[in-house]
């Protein structure tokens, strides 16, 4: 687990210039409890995937378990994921 940030997975790094940097949250289906282990989750695959065709594009893995609730997950986009610099949020 990403003890800094509190999500399941690797760290996230300071943001790269010139990485478009994409944060997906939601429920257990993207955080990856339910396909463990957390790198056969489909946020890692896609980062796999975008890495292999050489687009400079940076996935997070912002999922949380626990049956989380729409509320719950949009309260935590300004105070966990905005300070994390996304170009993008997608709410999965």
Do not use: H, W
């Not at 997975?9 to 955080?31: E, N, Q, Y």
């Amino acid at each position: 687990m990403s003890m800094e940030q509190g999500f399941l997975g690797r760290d996230f790094p300071d943001k790269s210039s010139g990485r478009f940097r994409i944060a997906v949250t939601g429920d257990s289906f993207v955080s990856g409890t339910l396909t463990m282990p957390y790198y056969t989750a489909f946020v890692e695959v896609l980062q796999k995937m975008l890495d292999s065709a050489g687009y400079r594009v940076e996935v997070l893995n912002c999922g949380v378990d626990g049956g989380a609730r729409d509320y719950d997950i949009f309260k935590m986009i300004p105070c966990k994921i905005a300070p994390l610099q996304p170009d993008l949020i997608s709410v999965s």
